[in-house]
């Protein structure tokens, strides 16, 4: 699918935790042209590739990007206007070999994701193909992922006590996106009132799910049970399942020691704890259990809870196809998440899916903490055909875009299965 490309442009803008973004248009002939404005995460993995920031203190406390803008608008239009590409991965290669550095460094992760984006939005517009498909290979077919809808929030994600990050629930059982959708929603609806009633806060995390002052990730667990049952749904496997994301790196005290709830934990602990969770609660999933740093740790959890649950690597793993390759043969996790800013272009996201694919691992797309009203990792998900897909809570207008996008393409493309895949 050749294109040429006329028009490469960005501008600044607002996310979601009011910190600036990048919008950028890329201009195809014949009027075809898109915007892409990129996400950014909070609890981010140390191997990420890097966001340009200004670091200017007098504006936007340092957090402006009209370095990334100013590599946009200069370098990357130079090198992109006027010019033919075979493909996505043509122009992929060329955004990566301009930057000249691994991750991305020098023009910034920001710059090359969102011209990245804005191009193959644009190529599939003027194609006259749905983005989705655009994005699908021969790996898997698409389909449309699961929903995992956060709907308590910790972590870096919320100023509460609560370590853990995410607590999502996640309609298995659900045959289609807006029976899942509807079950997110009611759950949200009910857990609401439920700390109402218990007499907690309901204030709001980023991601859109509540920060109520609660310590103990046993109890919020708790919670979330009763939510689902409350809106009327199963637990487990054939009705709405948990999926947590503690983040660990975020509560690592130091190599392989943890601090949660007031108590210091080894991994060992840590995967005993887990253990203990799985026995007592419908969990599913869990990503980021311990820090990237405890490989020692991840490979004794993949031992004992792999053949249970999905094991899923984010900071450890951040959507490069080298590290999670090299995961795969150190038998850590058996699931990966897939965040495209973590690694820059929309190619090598492909590809670190389709190493996931290839080696039984499955994958799950995420947004970032920091986001926008950008959908594309809505078609993203549904293209790789990887059946998971994670984007906050039912609730907040940049959470729920990606979802509403989801619907969209279920209502447009009867024909496309719902499910995991597997
Ligand atoms: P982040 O959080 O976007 O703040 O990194 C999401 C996650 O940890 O999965
Ligand atoms: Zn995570």
């Known amino acids: 699918m050749t294109f040429h490309i006329t028009l490469v442009r960005a501008m600044e803008i607002l ?37 340009l920031r200004d670091n200017d203190p007098t504006r936007y406390h340092g957090a402006g990007v009209r370095r990334a803008i100013g590599h946009v608008n200069g370098e990357i239009a130079d090198a992109l206007r ?11 290669r060329t955004l990566t070999t301009l930057d000249g550095t691994p991750n991305a460094s020098r023009l910034g992760a920001n710059a090359l994701v969102g011209v990245s984006v804005a191009t193959a939005r644009a190529a599939a517009a003027q194609a006259g193909t749905p983005l989705w498909q655009y994005l699908s290979t021969d790996d898997a077919p698409p389909l449309l992922p699961v929903p995992h809808f956060n709907i308590v929030n910790g972590g870096a994600h919320a100023p509460n006590p609560l370590e853990f990050q995410e607590f999502m629930v996640a309609p298995l059982g659900a045959r289609t996106v807006a029976e899942a959708l509807r079950a997110g929603s009611e759950i949200y609806t009910c857990l609401r009132h439920r700390l109402t009633v218990c007499g907690h806060s309901t204030a709001l995390g980023d991601e859109g799910g509540f920060a109520p002052d609660v310590t103990e990730p046993e109890y919020a667990l708790r919670l979330l049970v009763r939510a689902i049952t409350d809106a009327g749904y199963p637990t487990g496997p054939h009705g709405v399942a948990i999926a947590l994301d503690p983040a660990a790196n975020a509560f690592r005290q ?28 419908p969990i599913w999933s869990i990503e980021d259990g311990l820090a990237e740093d405890d490989r020692t740790g991840w490979a004794e959890l993949t031992r004992t809870l792999g053949s249970r649950i999905q094991l899923i690597g984010d900071d450890i793993f951040v959507t490069n196809p080298t590290l999670i390759a090299q995961a795969v043969d150190d038998h850590i996790a058996n699931a990966a998440l897939i965040k495209p800013n973590q690694i820059g272009t929309v190619t090598e996201t492909l590809r670190a899916i389709t190493v996931c694919q290839r080696a039984g691992y499955a994958a799950m797309i995420s947004h970032r903490s920091g986001e926008t009203d950008d959908t594309f990792i809505a078609d993203l998900a549904v293209g790789s055909g990887c059946g998971q897909i994670k984007s906050g809570a039912p609730a907040r207008g940049e959470r729920v875009a990606k979802y509403n996008r989801l619907l969209e393409i279920e209502y447009r493309h009867t024909e496309l299965p719902y499910g995991l895949g597997r």
């Open 254 to 281: 130091s190599e392989g020691v943890y601090r949660v709830n007031g108590q210091t934990l080894t991994s060992s602990d840590m995967i005993a704890r887990y253990r203990q969770m799985i026995d007592d609660f």
């Open 15 to 51: 996310d979601s935790r009011s910190r600036p973004t990048l919008s950028v248009t890329v201009g195809l002939p014949g009027g075809f042209s898109a915007h892409a404005a990129v996400p950014s995460g909070a609890s981010t993995g140390s191997q990420e590739a890097v966001e």
């Open 82 to 92: 006027g010019r033919d590409f075979a493909d996505q991965a043509d122009l992929d």
